[in-house]
C-alpha cells in the first residue's frame, strides 16, 4: 500500500480550503486526509464538481457523501437555497482562484450516504452533477480532553476525464475566501501526512 500512495514529493502536499489535506502519488492518483488541526478557509464552498471520474476507497475513519444536480431558471425570491457558481482558475500549483460564472442555481433534495471505513466508491464523470463529503467526528472523542485530533483518509483513482473547468457553487451573497493559499501551511502539511503514513502502512 505504501508504494502506491506514498507521494513522489512532499511539494504535492497542499491543504484544500475545505479541511483536508492533498497529496499526489507515484501513481498519478492522490489521497486526502481530513484532520481537525488543518486549517480552513473562511467562507465553506463545499459544493463542487468533478471533469473526471474517480474511485475512492476509505482507508481510515467515516464519511457523509451528498450528490446534488443543479435547477436552472430558479427565481431570486425562490424559498430554495440558492448559489452562484464559480469556476476554478489556476494560479500556483494546484492552488485556485474562484471566480462566478453564470446565474443564480439551485439545488435538488441531496441523495445522501453514509461510507464507512473500508468501503469503496464511485464517481462518474458528469458535470452536470454536484457533491460534498464531510469526515464523520466522534463526538464522544471531541468531548475527551485527552484526545488531540481526529483523522480520516480516503484514497482516489481517477479515472475518465474531460477539459471541462471544475465548478464550486457559493452561497449566493457570499465571496469565496480566494485569499486562502493551499501551500501555506507547509508545516502541519507534512505533519499531518507523516503521521497519515505511520497508521495505513
Given at each position: ?104 442555481v ?49 484514497f ?6 474531460c ?11 457570499t ?10 501551511f ?16
Amino acid at each position: 500500500m505504501r508504494n502506491k500512495i506514498l507521494p513522489a514529493h512532499q511539494a504535492s502536499l497542499r491543504v484544500h480550503g475545505n479541511g483536508f489535506l492533498q497529496a499526489e502519488t507515484r501513481c498519478g492518483n492522490k489521497f486526502h486526509v481530513w484532520d481537525t488541526r488543518l486549517p480552513q478557509q473562511k467562507v465553506r464552498t463545499f459544493k463542487h464538481n468533478h471533469n473526471h471520474g474517480f474511485e475512492s476507497t476509505l482507508l481510515i475513519g467515516d464519511l457523509t457523501w451528498m450528490e446534488f444536480e443543479v435547477i436552472k431558471n430558479v427565481h431570486p425570491e425562490s424559498p430554495i437555497y440558492l448559489y452562484t457558481p464559480h469556476q476554478c482558475i489556476p494560479r500556483e500549483g494546484k492552488d485556485t482562484r474562484l471566480e462566478p460564472i453564470g446565474s443564480t442555481v439551485g439545488l435538488t433534495i441531496p441523495r445522501e450516504f453514509f461510507l464507512k471505513q473500508g468501503s469503496t466508491y464511485t464517481w462518474l464523470l458528469n458535470m452536470n452533477m454536484y457533491h460534498e463529503v464531510h469526515p464523520v467526528w466522534s463526538a464522544a472523542d471531541v468531548a475527551d480532553a485527552k484526545f488531540v485530533y481526529q483523522r480520516v483518509v480516503t484514497f482516489i483513482e481517477r479515472r475518465e476525464y474531460c477539459d471541462e473547468i471544475p465548478t464550486v457553487l457559493v452561497p449566493r451573497g457570499t465571496r469565496p475566501d480566494n485569499d486562502f493559499n493551499r501551500y501555506a501551511f507547509e508545516e502541519i502539511a507534512v505533519q499531518v501526512y507523516e503521521e497519515a503514513m505511520e497508521r495505513i502502512v
